[in-house]
């Protein structure tokens, strides 16, 4: 007889390479088997997840929970209780927008003490390059960093202690140190020298529109920057992944440079697949992130390169702050999107249902690629055995409308609102324990740990 936690039982299992109706057993936190006729004890509790698909959780690796500091925009408690809703069970928190961001030994300690028993789900940290920090990024990765991020263009903020784009000489000497870690380095990609000319002859000429801001960020922008840092890798040897790509262009430069032997990845979010420049300007600013979001016909490229299999991972990009921030004139309001709590149910919709894009190839880019590329596989990012038991179950007939309500966001704004999604995430497991039921809500036990890339060895993890 063998020993269960937990049984989840008769779920429509998403498998690497297929999708399988199967038991899954749990023991210890761990999927211990996968079949069905187990032979188990009455007393072992059994989920019933028949007309349920059951998928790896999300990994979503690119997430601004804004910590220390700046809590109140968001904070690790309510952010990681949104992404629990969304099927996430792994999250990866940016170096900004804290106060100080994570580009040193002292600040990376300040998030952790912020992070410690304030999170739902399973968290790893990014460290940043700026000017000047060089040096630091040794001891932040043998501290624990899963890699780096970097802006190529200006972030926005205010004050001393703020997170601040590179600057060629230290893009190229920071690959070459990051090269010599073994980490990738994550990158922003859009030209500053482009983007601020063009911010400043909008400025001039009195356009403050959506559209306008739109205008200042073109997508030539966007490509300048990818050439110019797969120039710098190739000359490296740094790993590169480009988050929130907006544009088809910008994907086939990347393609090139993989198909030439470089080691890198290209991420979009949601946002740039669910939503275009019209529904920007009926929005307003609660739709204003850069890359901006783009036109119709973008937007078609982009799903085409998708179902091309040419983009490695989808992450949120999930940007908050408070409502004031989010009002009033486009170029001034904040530039982030609240969509961390959606990630999941957005790609199942409009990926899977409406364009028949395969559950193997979405549980690929929302969980399998980012847990091999940032260290966390095979512990995190597929159902197999001896893999972490964290799990989201999905309904994919549950349709409904997204309301205010629904949000756990400390701030209850999203750009989805009002959004009839097609299917919904009935429940999330994290190592075999049960933390969302829709309905009910997240639970009461804080157990997500820290994922600790340690770098003196090989890169394996802790916690």
Known sequence: MNRFDLIIRKGTVVLQDECRQLDIGIRDGKIAALGDNFVYSEQTPVYDAEGLIVLPGMIDAHVHLNEPALGH??????????LAAGGCTTYIDMPLNGVPPTVRLSALELKLEAAE??????????????????SELEGLA??????????????GGEGEDIFTEVDDETLFKGMV??????LVLALHAESEEIVSKLAAEAAQAGKRSALDFIATRPIAAEVEAVNRALGYAKQT??????????????VQVITEAKAGGLDVTVETCP???????????????LAKCAPPIRTVEDQAQLWEELKAGRFDIIASDHSPSPKHMKQGDFFAAWGGISGAQSSLEL??????????IPLTEIARMLALTPAKRFGLYPRKGEITIGADADLALVDLAARYTLQESDLLYRHKQSPYVGKMFDCSVKTTFLRG???????????????????????????????
């Open 73 to 82: 925009w968001e904070g690790f408690l309510t952010g990681s209780a949104s």
């Open 117 to 134: 028993g304030q999170s739902h789900v399973d968290y790893a940290l990014w460290g940043g390059l700026v000017p000047g920090n060089i």
């Open 142 to 155: 043998q501290a624990g960093v899963i890699g780096f991020k970097a802006f190529m263009s200006c972030p």
């Open 177 to 182: 140190e990051i090269a010599r870690l073994g």
């Open 237 to 250: 040897g740094c790993k590169l992944h480009f988050v929130h790509i907006s544009s088809a262009e910008a």
């Open 271 to 285: 946002h740039y697949l669910a939503l275009t420049d019209t529904e920007v300007e009926n929005l307003g600013p």
């Open 347 to 356: 790609m199942l919709h409009e990926g899977h249902l409406r364009r028949g």
């Open 433 to 463: 324990v049960q933390v969302y039921e829709r309905g009910v809500g997240v639970g009461t036990t804080l157990d997500g740990a820290w994922l600790r890339h340690n770098a003196s060895i090989g890169g394996e993890l802790d916690g």
